[in-house]
């Protein structure tokens, strides 16, 4: 469970990204976050991994407070999948960047070879397991940043613009996939047909403050809230 209480991030030149959210998502929810460019999705995901430092507000996962001395347990909680599968795939081998979390945490390598092998069977991706990542298509890619932080075994997980880059067909099985992970999951999209399909909420941001949390199969066909929030609705 993530719990977020009067969350206010403000940037160093002023601009307030996040202002004043409190939201809680329970254990294996998945949840839409929906705005324009600028709303404060991507500033929020960040925040709750503490990227970006929190101005004031509160930020629990399971229970632990997010702060300087805890950063590290946190992040073993709630692991983040960013836009660009190239910012977590930087190892010469797939299943160099699949263990990199645990061995980074000093687990042994008998230990990180099981889950790296049981991150890349849940997603369908062991074939690339001593592949390069340049070599990967952008759907492969995309599974590979996943498997990177489903060994860590979080409890939740946060995704930025999932779909960005994919093709049909790897949209269709990123669907697939998050259907089938357990943990709680925050997704940051502009896709609002894969955002209904996938989450059962949808959290409107504008101006990095909640503007409605609701049924998404609701929420994007109110023609006024969308505009209010500029984004085109579904008809």
Do not use: W
Not at 49 to 74: F, Q, R
Not at 82 to 100: E, G, K, S, T
Not at 189 to 204: G, K
């Amino acid at each position: 469970m993530i719990e977020i209480m009067n969350l206010t991030v403000v940037y160093p030149d002023g601009t307030k990204a996040v202002d004043d959210v409190s939201l809680t998502i329970r254990d294996g929810e998945r949840v839409a976050l929906v705005g324009a460019n600028g709303a404060g999705k991507t500033s929020l995901l960040l925040a709750l991994v503490g990227v970006l430092p929190l101005t004031s507000g509160t930020v629990s996962a399971d229970g632990l407070e997010l702060s300087k001395k805890t950063l590290s347990d946190i992040r073993r909680k709630v692991g983040m999948v960013f836009q660009n599968p190239d910012d977590q795939l930087f190892m010469p081998m797939i299943a160099d960047d699949v263990a990199f979390g645990p061995r980074n945490y000093g687990l042994g390598e008998e230990e990180t070879a099981r889950r790296v092998d049981g991150a890349l069977d849940m997603l369908g991706i062991s074939h690339l397991k001593n592949r390069s990542s340049l070599k990967l298509s952008g759907g492969e890619k995309r599974m590979a940043a996943i498997a990177t932080v489903l060994t860590m075994e979080p409890s939740a997980l946060l995704f930025d613009e999932p779909t960005a880059f994919l093709d049909p067909k790897a949209r269709r099985g990123l669907i697939g996939v998050l259907k089938k992970l357990g943990q709680s999951q925050v997704i940051a999209t502009h896709d609002l047909t894969f955002a209904e399909e996938v989450c059962s909420r949808t959290i409107l941001l504008k101006q990095g403050r909640i503007y409605a949390d609701g049924d998404p199969k609701i929420l994007f066909r109110d023609e006024k809230l969308m505009d209010d929030c500029g984004i085109e609705a579904i008809m």
